[in-house]
Every structure is written in C-alpha cells, then in structure tokens.
C-alpha cells in the first residue's frame, strides 16, 4: 500500500493518530474530527483502512466522473509519466497540454477560443475576474470605470480571497469581510422564489435588469454557476435564468463568468451546463471533474475578444501578469484527455438519462417524508433538504446536523456522502450503475429515518 524504499510504512494507530493530530483538514472541525482513511478505489467504490467499502455517494468531493482507477486515465497518466512529469506554462509548453487546449476549444461553446491552465477552481474563478478587470482597463476603446461584479447571493466560487469576495454564502464567507473587495449582490434565484418557475425567472430576471440598468457602466462582469449553486445547499435556478442573464449582460455590456468547476464536465447531463440554455459565456471556468477526478487541473476560457485586449509590445504592459507554477500541469492534463476520450468511448452522456430519471423516482419517494421540505435535481446532482416543519418549512437549526447525521447512517450502510447543512446531497460519479443508485438513495432514505427518529412525525 504505502511502502517506498526510504520510508518506513506507519502503523494503522500512526495513521489514525496523525490524521487527527497533524493534518488539518478542509472545512472540518479538527477537534471534533473522526479519521475517515481511504486507501484503495475502484469503479464508484473506495476502501477504508479497515478493509470496509464505501460507494463514493459525493465523487470524491464532486469531481469523480468515470470512476476510481479507471484503465484509460490510469494508463493515460503513465505513459505521461515516461515523457515528462511537468514543465511549467510560463512562456513554454508541452503537447499534452497544447492538445488538451485545443480540444476544450473544440467542446466548448463557440467563440471560446482561448484557455488559460490553473490547478484548481478557485483560481480558474480569480483568473476570470482578473481578465475581465484588466480588459475593460486595456481594450482599444477603454472603460476604466468598469472595475465592479456581478455575483449572487449563496454564490460559491471558492476559497481564495477574490473568489471568497464573490461568494455569498454566509457561514463560510463571514469572517474574512474585512479582506474583500465589495460587489454588487443579487438576491440567490432560487426556483422556489415565486408561485412557480416562471414567476420566479421573471421576479430573478427583473432585478438583474434593474441592477444591470442602472449600473453597467461600473460593472466589469457578472459571475454566475450555471443551473445549480452547489455549495449553497444545491439551490437550483429557474429554468431559462442562465439564458435570461445572457441576454441581460450582452444588452448592458458586462461580461458573463460562468463557474462550471462543480456543475461542468456531465454532471447536469451536457458536458457544460451552459450547454442546457445555449449559452457561450465570456468566460468558462472549469476544475474538479476535468481530469476525472484525479489530478488538480483548472481552466478558463475564453473569447478571442479579450485575448485581443491582451497584445502588444512588452513594454505596453499588457500582459496578464498572473500564472501558477502547476498550471498546465502534463500529467494532469493525460489524465483530461483520457477523461474527454472515455466519455466518447463510454457513451457516458447517452448513457445518463435512465439513471437521472432513477434518481428522479428515488427522490420522489423521499419527497413524502414529513421531514423533508424540497428534493431537488439537475442531471445526476440531487438533493434532499430537511425542515423541521414542513408546513411552515421552518428549518432545523443548523447546530443540531441534520444533515450530518443522515450521512452518519449512510456511512454505517456503506455509502459515503457529505451533507450542505440541512441538505443530503447525492452527486455520485457519472458512471454509477442501476444498482448503485439504488443503494445510495435507500442509504439516505435510511438515514432521514434515523436522523429524525427523536421528532415522531
Ligand atoms: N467554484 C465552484 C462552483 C465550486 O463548487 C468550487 C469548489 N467546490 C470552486 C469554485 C473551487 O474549486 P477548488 O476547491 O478546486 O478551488
């Protein structure tokens, strides 16, 4: 498992003990924190350190696609691995990164012709608002006062401090508001915000415009996750606001980012979700499941519009002055192509349907539970959100984990996933089968059971 000629292999106490007393783990509470060891994966399943298996119910943290230790990717990665490990992009290259380049170009939206390599999606977010600021500054015809954004309320587009400036969510972003720049926020276009989907498109529509109206000549760019916002609880936009903001930012000048770091690469049944509304942002930032899941590769995308406003002689000083050491990494990049083939090879979008509308009927039985207030799906993302009344949709405080406690459950069933607050979420790996999904949902049926036990009905 661990073994390498100079390094002595840690005991199973070693472990436990130093990955509760040395590795500080991402949005945990150390002082609360149970070791969840995994050691092996395969297909949508992985292996703890106990030998016991777990179905991947969260892809890993959203990025899984095809699977753990899928052979094409595998294989992909080594025979990278004989040519070079990694060169850097600032001003050289590497064919594995230039193919991969090319054909994102190809997949994407037209005109995004252009893509700028980072290593994870926070910094495909900070690159786009970078670019965005730095064009209006430099275009032929300049518009210095067009310095401001555009983002949502509930907005997520990671944890570095220019992406947590544009992030909306509450509980997380808090802390830190001393150290952000200010935007300009729109209320969260939850489909569940007027008497039905169209009232809520027009209402969410209305105060875009509004905003956009009255301010466009000092907004740079707005910046939105298409279809879904993941991290604020799997909130899901009316159908047709995507295509609606589109519109709004092409009449009002402001340029569109759109974050498809979580909902990009299959997860909402297209390869990017703008796909869904036949939207071509500015903009297209991309991470977790590019390389499948495997290797921190982020990009952004984009027009040949603002590659333009960034030529010139050296001394014009207009180049982007922005780069990270792994951007492009060749590895990375195997493991994104292999990843774009597989979904050739596996037909894995055409294979999506039938297990979206397994996952529709599964949520539907959840949908009865005098505890769960909403379920809700785009592709295969889906969420089940618990309230305490569900009359009044008065939610549990959020102290009392909920959501926490279905995953517990799950976990002693053997399906792993994470909670948002009071939402259980399910976005396994695309290529789930029947089964899985079937154990997965009955694991969180379960779970909601167990979770809510102490409040009979
Ligand atoms: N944007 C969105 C929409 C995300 O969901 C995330 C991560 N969950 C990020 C950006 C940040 O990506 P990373 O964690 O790779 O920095």
Request: proline residues 5%.
């Amino acid at each position: 498992m661990l073994p390498t000629d100079a390094t002595p292999v840690p005991s199973r106490e070693e472990l436990l003990r130093w990955d509760r007393e040395i590795v500080w783990h991402a949005f945990t509470q150390m002082a609360g924190y149970e070791p969840l060891i995994f050691t092996g994966g395969q297909g949508c399943m992985l292996t703890d350190l106990n030998g016991r298996q777990y179905l991947d119910g969260v892809s890993s943290l959203w990025c899984n696609v095809h699977g753990h230790r899928h052979p094409r990717i595998d294989a992909a990665i080594r025979r990278q691995l004989d040519q070079v490990a990694h060169v850097t992009s600032l001003g050289a290259s590497n064919p594995t990164t230039i193919a991969l380049a090319k054909r994102l170009t190809e997949l994407a939206p037209s005109p995004l012709s252009h893509v700028f390599f980072s290593s994870d999606g926070s910094s495909a977010v900070e690159v786009a608002l970078k670019m965005a600021f730095q064009y209006w500054q430099q275009r032929q015809d300049p518009r210095p006062s067009k310095t401001k954004y555009v983002a949502l309320g509930g907005a997520y587009h990671g944890d570095t401090l220019g992406s947590v400036s544009v992030g909306g969510v509450e509980r997380f972003h808090e802390m830190f508001r001393p150290l952000l720049f200010d935007v300009l926020r729109l209320p969260e276009p939850d489909r569940r915000r007027g008497a039905n989907e169209e009232a809520a498109l027009q209402i969410c529509l209305a105060e875009a415009e509004q905003m956009l109206a009255e301010r466009h000549d000092e907004i740079a760019a707005l910046v939105i996750e298409p279809l879904v916002q993941c991290a604020a609880g799997m909130v899901m936009h009316p159908r047709g606001y995507l295509r609606g903001m589109r519109e709004l930012t092409q009449r009002y000048d402001v340029l569109l980012i759109a974050d498809e770091v979580a909902v990009g690469m299959g997860r909402t049944g297209t390869l990017f979700a703008c796909q869904q509304e036949q939207v071509a942002p500015d903009f297209l930032c991309l991470g977790k499941g590019l390389t499948g899941g495997y290797l921190p590769v982020a990009a952004t995308l984009t027009t040949d519009t603002v590659w333009q406003a960034f030529l010139g002689e050296y001394a014009e000083s207009k180049t982007f002055f922005h780069g990270h050491t792994y951007g492009g990494n060749p590895l990375g990049c195997a493991a994104a192509l292999a990843t774009l083939d597989v979904f050739d090879e596996e037909q894995t979008l055409a294979r999506m349907p039938d297990k979206i509308e397994q996952l529709e009927r599964r949520l539907a039985d959840m949908a009865e539970h005098p505890h769960v207030g909403d379920v809700r799906q785009r592709g295969l993302i889906g969420a089940v959100e618990l309230v305490k009344d569900r009359r009044t949709g008065e939610p549990f405080p959020w102290q009392e984990q909920r959501g926490a406690r279905v995953c517990d459950f799950a976990r002693s069933q053997g399906v792993w996933i994470r909670p948002l607050g009071n939402v259980v979420v399910m976005m396994p790996p695309l290529c789930i089968s029947a089964d899985q999904i079937d154990r997965l949902t009955a694991a969180v049926a379960g779970g909601i059971d167990a979770a809510t036990a102490d409040l009979g009905v």
